[in-house]
């Protein structure tokens, strides 16, 4: 038995938009597919939770694992080349705290007040395992989130970042963009 969704099951569906190679454990979980875009060579894999809400775009060449979730009441959107690790949470709604007003989902949408931004991950962003992104996060280019991190803000491109919450612990090497370069050239002449 193969874990994954075949073609037709995918477009089944009834995603916005999804492009080709794309693989989806049969265990994951998607709300709103209307509202959610995947693009080319996109992996999600187990007990995944994806919530389409005001829109998810995933680019090409990502992958995201298993137990990881996607909470785009704000909306979502996820550059080409990231890697989100496993049971890493994306919110872009939170609950409001403050006490001026009642939570949860049980509860008539006129006590309650949602606070959202929308988050943004770019291109060639890696997050580890276990982190959280609040909302309004932004992952500028090539940054990598280390494992059990907390982001609430905009991150500097090329830069690593951990901790609660994260803080700079030094820049990454830009040489993924020479093998991007390299790879994207050898793909297009295998076509």
């Given amino acids: 038995m193969d874990s994954y969704l075949t073609r037709m099951e995918i477009e089944n569906l009834h995603f916005k938009r ?45 992958h995201i694992a298993a137990y990881s979730a996607l909470y785009g009441k704000f909306g979502i959107e996820i550059g080409d080349y990231v890697n989100i690790s496993s049971r890493v949470s994306v919110y872009s709604t939170s609950d409001d705290y403050s006490g ?33 992104l609040l909302p309004g996060a932004i992952l500028n280019e090539g940054v990598a989130v280390g494992a059990m991190s907390l982001v609430k803000e905009e991150l500097l491109a090329y830069k690593i970042y951990a901790g609660i919450p994260v803080k700079c612990i030094r820049e990454r090497s830009k040489e993924l963009l020479e093998k991007e370069q390299r790879y994207r050239g050898k793909r297009h002449s295998d076509q």
Wanted: aromatic share 10%.
């Fill in 100 to 132: 001026r007003f009642m939570t949860g989902p049980l509860v008539e949408q006129q006590y309650i007040h949602d606070i959202g931004k929308k988050i943004l991950i770019m291109k060639h962003a890696i997050v580890g395992t276990g982190s959280v």
């Fill in 18 to 62: 999804v492009g080709k190679d794309i693989k989806i454990s049969k265990r994951a979980v998607f709300y709103s597919p209307e509202n959610i875009e995947i693009g080319n060579h996109v992996r999600i894999d187990d007990f995944c939770f994806v919530s389409g809400g005001a829109g998810i775009y995933i680019g090409s060449y990502v």
